[in-house]
């Protein structure tokens, strides 16, 4: 297999984490007298470009079933933070009702929905039905395609070049990420600016998040690749913030190569941090393999020795990243009883490979469970929050980049 980006053959493995179901295939109970399908969960390390991506692998189509959904407006903490992005991005760059904004990737309206209320035209791209049906309620035009250089070019056509172009995790669950980098330059005004948020790789490795890693999620970004990536296709980084999301993510700001703007200081210190880190050089992406089975086996150690106690365990959140750490333990519903989700479309189906039951949380109340797991680490606080009260002999855990009590 050669480099999504720049072509160069693969031959180093950052991460192989065996083989798992896709996370977002949620078993019903009549999935459960079925064969269930497997894919290889490998993830390579280009020493050209260093753009770490998912091996390819056959019958990747059937990854992506059309009748599952992830609404982001079940998480209020993600509500605020794209409410205070709306807010930061309207008065940076003086939007106004003459201007246009599109979200690639605008999932139920819940970022849109704030340009809306302030009078701004703007367009979601969304191909997921259920969410762009929701996002077209709250008054968003929405166009269900996937993007790319294609569309990107039939927009200027329609003159509809946009002054902001936002995409927030997005970027790295694209498979073709040269297309859809060559969409946001034909698809951006002249001095438009594009703003892209994702999980930065520099953070993945750091703190070990190799729960992060599933199919639908084909790069893990640096800010040097993701450089080299706007370069290719003629656009630049010109600023950079590092956000507490998803357990370090940066949104980057684009735009053409030749704009005027001047490229800030962030942008220099983050891709020094990187180089000192050793991002360009085989080290850190060769160690990460024994830190992740580090954490698998001692996740496991923890819930034997509980259930030997005679303790009692459930989790919280059915997540992508509680599917690739569970399956990657091999934990089942003998060593975890359920998990707790409050996302109405996974209740009382069953995670992907393991077999858990999805409750509402409702049920940990009942339960009073002597652990809740929280599998998406990156909320542990907000779900403590949320279920101490009602349960205050319970130990919350998290098991990323350590198990631990929180
Ligand atoms: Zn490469």
Request: glycine share 6%; aromatic share 10%.
């Amino acid at each position: 297999m050669n480099c999504r980006h720049c072509g160069s053959p693969l031959t180093h493995t950052f991460v192989d984490l065996g083989f798992a179901p896709p996370s977002n295939a949620y078993l019903t109970e009549a999935d459960l007298s079925k064969p269930e399908k497997y894919f290889p969960l490998k993830v390579m390390v280009c020493d050209e470009c260093w753009l770490v991506q998912t091996e390819d692998y056959a019958d990747a189509d059937e990854l992506f079933s059309a009748d599952y959904a992830y609404f982001s407006s079940t998480s209020m903490g993600w509500l605020a933070h794209a409410k205070r992005y709306a807010g930061q991005m309207t008065q940076q760059l003086s939007l106004n009702a003459d201007s246009f904004v599109i979200e690639v990737a605008s999932n139920d309206g819940y970022l849109l929905k704030n340009f809306v209320d302030a009078g701004i035209p703007c367009l979601g791209i969304e191909p997921t039905a259920s969410t762009a049906e929701a996002a077209e309620k709250l008054g968003i035009p929405v166009l269900r395609e996937f993007f790319g250089e294609a569309l990107g070019e039939r927009l200027a056509k329609e003159g509809k070049q946009a002054d902001l172009i936002v995409g927030n995790n997005v970027y790295a669950h694209v498979p073709d990420i040269n297309d859809f980098t060559k969409g946001l330059k034909a698809a951006l005004k002249p001095n438009g600016t594009i703003t892209l948020e994702f999980p930065h790789l520099m953070r993945l490795i750091e703190h070990a998040q190799f729960d992060t890693i599933y199919h639908e999620h084909f790069s893990y970004l640096s800010l040097f690749t993701v450089s080299q990536i706007f370069a290719s296709a003629d656009l630049r980084v010109w600023h950079v913030e590092e956000l507490p999301t998803h357990g370090g993510s940066l949104r980057i700001f684009g735009c053409h190569a030749d704009d005027a703007i001047q490229t800030t200081n962030t942008v220099r210190r983050i891709l020094q941090e990187e180089a000192q880190r050793g991002m360009q050089t085989l080290t850190p992406y060769v160690e990460f393999q024994p830190r992740a089975d580090t954490i698998k086996n001692d996740l496991l150690e923890f819930l034997i020795q509980q259930k030997k106690a005679g303790k009692t365990i459930a989790a919280y959140g059915a997540a992508a990243k509680g599917n690739t750490l569970l399956n990657y333990a091999g934990v089942k519903p003998d060593l975890l009883l359920f998990v707790c989700d409050a996302a109405v479309a996974k209740q009382n189906k069953y995670m992907p490979g393991s077999h858990i039951p999805i409750l509402n949380p409702a049920a940990i109340v009942n339960a009073k469970p002597d652990y809740v797991l929280i599998l998406p680490w990156n909320i542990a606080e907000e779900v403590k929050g949320q279920l101490s009260q009602d349960l205050p002999n319970t130990r919350f855990v998290t098991a990323v980049p350590e198990v631990r009590s929180i």
